[in-house]
């Protein structure tokens, strides 16, 4: 088994930036590509990205790209998001998990291991 959990939520005014961090315990997380995910209330979960089990490769949503960047530290058991240029409509809370499938996936069915989340709020 494998236990998340996020930190690094909080409010922001629209234009600023946060770092999230997953971190990891149970299981090496050089194992599992990893993906983050974010729910807004009322809405669906929504895929934001996910990274390779090495970090060399990330992919991201279109509503994120060029402004999001996923990366990992396998020796700190943590992946990270790192959101710039943020916008009222990136609040939500923002998940990570473990990808279950061999080329990632952006369903969530495809992942597991789920951390309870962290809050991001940003103002206008």
């Known amino acids: 088994q494998v236990q998340l959990v996020e930190s690094g939520g909080g409010l922001v005014q629209a234009g600023g930036s946060l770092r999230l961090s997953c971190a990891a315990s149970?299981?090496?997380?050089?194992?599992?590509?990893m993906g983050w995910f974010r729910q807004a209330p009322g809405k669906k979960r929504e895929f934001v990205g996910g990274i390779d089990l090495t970090g060399s490769a990330a992919y991201y949503a279109d509503s994120v790209k060029g402004r999001f960047t996923i990366s990992r530290d396998n020796a700190k058991n943590t992946v990270y998001l790192q959101m710039n240029s943020l916008k009222v409509e990136d609040t939500a809370v923002y998940s990570c998990?473990?990808?279950?499938?061999?080329?990632?996936?952006?369903?969530?069915?495809?992942?597991?291991?789920w951390g309870q989340g962290t809050q991001v709020t940003v103002s206008s």
């Open positions: 998990a473990v990808d279950r499938t061999r080329d990632g996936s952006s369903w969530d069915y495809d992942y597991e291991y």
């Open positions: 149970g299981r090496a997380l050089s194992m599992y590509r």
